[in-house]
């Protein structure tokens, strides 16, 4: 994987001809300070996605939810993104890593986008892990 401070710069100039959002959500507020410093340095739009469910301030709740969500998958319908994702090319995603993978309230706004001829750069933060430093960097 590319180091998210690697992939910010590399977008400040790929971004230049392109209209362009980071679109995230964030549970305990690293992702969000990373999507805040990329949409600053990339000069690009910014929506942050809300749980369309109240969110335990319990780790472990939340864990349980989402394991919960994993082992028994239910239908699951889009979710529509809070403003019009029509004008832009190229989207910058964030989230949490939940047992492996986005949140699964994150993927149904994902399935409300037509991605076709859009570019993408996801990148992930973990309230176990530290990548979050690597935001600091800048």
Not at 1 to 10: H, S
Not at 38 to 66: G, Q, R, Y
Not at 97 to 113: A, Q, R
Request: proline letters at 7%; glycine letters at 2%; aromatic letters at 18%.
């Amino acid at each position: 994987t590319i180091p998210f401070n690697v992939l910010i710069i590399a977008l400040k100039e790929y971004n230049y001809y392109m209209k362009s959002i980071v679109l995230y959500f964030s549970y305990s507020g690293n992702t969000d300070e990373m999507a805040k410093k990329a949409a600053d340095f990339t000069s690009s739009d910014i929506c942050e996605l809300k749980s369309p469910f109240p969110l335990s301030d319990d780790i472990k709740i939340v864990h349980d939810m989402a394991v919960e969500a994993k082992l028994f998958p239910k239908e699951r319908n889009a979710i529509a993104v809070p403003f019009d994702h029509r004008p832009y090319s190229v989207f910058i995603i964030g989230s949490p890593l939940w047992l492996g993978t986005y949140p699964e309230f994150v993927i149904d706004y994902f399935k409300s986008i037509d991605w076709r001829g859009r570019k993408i750069f996801p990148f992930i933060s973990s309230i176990y892990n530290i990548i979050f430093y690597l935001c600091t960097m800048f």
